[in-house]
């Protein structure tokens, strides 16, 4: 008898140690860096089409706390005259360590096709605005890089999802937790796929993803 009280003496001691040990353990607030004046100057109220290339976790559980880090870009543009002008052993340089040199070029309906010394064609297409962009054969575009910035993923973020190609009529308004799971199972978020809103005070508010045949 007297070794069973013994036992669940220490038990009970045991127990009050580890409660006051929790007790003694404060709790942890997260402070986030002030956001960046230049930053909600470039970006307040805009869209632009991006890719994400890391996405980070803080804290556990209900308090886990991620952020993204978007790439922002816009499809390359070309100036009209020059595209206009292009002959025969031109170079066009479509990003750094990316140029061909022209054997051929040809008019069409929409542009101009271009081949280089390979055979391997590019179509220039003339925009709204005056400039030329390019596909290749794979219809692939090409695309400059804006700024790279790291921001919180917020738990009200609009999250539409257009990625189904039988649906043509509107995207799916999903949320933070379907976008956080493609996230973590490393979807290919990528410019020509995806497009991103900041409000006018520089917060990601919308993430918009859409069917292309590289999803």
């Known amino acids: 008898m007297k070794k069973i009280s ?43 089409e991006a890719s994400v290339t890391r996405n980070e976790c803080y804290g556990e559980d209900e308090d886990a706390f991620y952020t993204i880090t978007i790439t922002a870009s816009e499809e390359t543009r070309f100036e009209a005259k020059d595209i206009e002008n292009l002959k025969e052993r031109d170079i066009i340089s479509f990003a750094p360590g990316r140029s061909i040199m022209v054997m051929e070029k040809t008019a069409d309906e929409f542009g101009f096709c271009v081949k280089d010394g390979n055979s391997d064609e590019y179509s220039f297409t003339r925009t709204k605005d005056g400039y030329y962009v390019a596909r290749t054969e794979t219809d692939n575009m090409f695309y400059t890089d804006l700024f790279t910035i790291t921001v919180p993923l917020e738990k009200d973020i609009s999250f539409l999802d257009w990625s189904d190609p039988e649906n043509l009529e509107a995207p799916v308004k999903k949320g933070y937790e379907e976008l956080l799971d493609l996230l973590l199972a490393d979807r290919n978020f990528s410019p020509y796929n995806t497009k991103v809103t900041f409000d006018a005070n520089g917060k990601l508010v919308e993430f918009l993803y859409t069917y292309s045949p590289w999803n």
């Open 6 to 48: 013994a036992i669940l003496c220490a038990l009970l001691i045991a127990c009050l140690a580890v409660s006051a040990c929790a007790e003694e353990i404060p709790s942890s607030t997260l402070y986030k860096p002030a956001m960046s004046e230049t930053f909600k100057t470039l970006v307040s109220g805009k869209t632009f």
